[in-house]
């Protein structure tokens, strides 16, 4: 199947640190979603973006849907103690030669953040 | 309270023994999908449904069944589970298929 490739796999930041991570495919998305999810839970839409080029803020986060529909990054700025959890790209609704798979969803492998205080 | 649920939370069974994992959802949406997670895997979709009736295949589909016959739940069977399947199950639903936003707890499977 479909993989998307995120990085980095990990990251350990001091509290107040930004924190950026990405997602790159072989394939193109109608949008690319990202989710966070807390030990013991599912995991929590933060951000979705629509539009080839889009960037959108979430508090202090912010995410671009990549111009070439094949990418997105996340940025998380000034990181507190809460912000720890598996942070995961998704692109949903893939374009392929027969059509559009609405519904589809594709997951990156995530990226498990630390922060210290 | 809008929410998707699945049961049962944990399940250990043994292989080859039919199971069903529920998953109800009280938002009157049209899009639902079960995803299996594994370590280093992330979350792959198993199936997924766009309405009643209308369901597709997902990146993992091999050894999984799904129905959707009412528009609130779509149930997960494992006609003859593997200790391969041993792995956490989630459910989601979304409104329009835009964007997958409640996802439920969580089902926890062990086949030994």
């Known amino acids: 199947g479909q993989q998307l490739n995120q990085s980095p796999q990990s990251m350990f930041i001091q509290e107040g640190e930004d924190v950026s991570m990405n997602c790159t495919s072989s394939?193109?998305?109608?949008?690319w979603l990202w989710y966070k999810q807390d030990p013991g839970e599912g995991p929590v839409l933060l951000i979705a973006?629509?539009?080839?080029?889009e960037l959108t803020s979430n508090g202090r986060l912010t995410a671009q849907f990549g111009t070439t529909r094949k990418d997105s990054f996340l940025n998380i700025s000034a990181s507190i103690p809460s912000d720890v959890g598996i942070y995961f790209c998704a692109g949903l609704g893939s374009m392929g030669a027969g059509g559009t798979s609405y519904g589809k969803l594709t997951f990156g492998q995530g990226t498990i953040l630390t922060v210290h205080p | 309270e809008a929410q998707v649920t699945q049961n049962p939370r944990y399940l250990i069974t043994v292989t080859g023994k039919k199971l069903t994992v529920t998953c109800s959802q009280n938002?009157?949406?049209?899009?639902m999908s079960w995803y299996r997670q594994d370590p280093g895997l992330g979350l792959r979709q198993i199936y997924y449904s766009m309405n009643v009736e209308v369901t597709d295949k997902g990146d993992v589909p091999e050894g999984y069944k799904v129905s959707r016959k009412e528009k609130r739940n779509f149930p997960l069977i494992l006609e003859s589970p593997s200790p391969n399947q041993t792995s956490l199950y989630f459910c989601a639903s979304s409104g329009d298929g835009i964007a997958y936003s409640f996802f439920g707890q969580g089902t926890r499977l062990t086949v030994v």
């Open positions: 394939s193109i998305f109608n949008t």
């Open positions: 938002m009157n949406h049209e899009y």
């Open positions: 973006l629509y539009k080839a080029g």
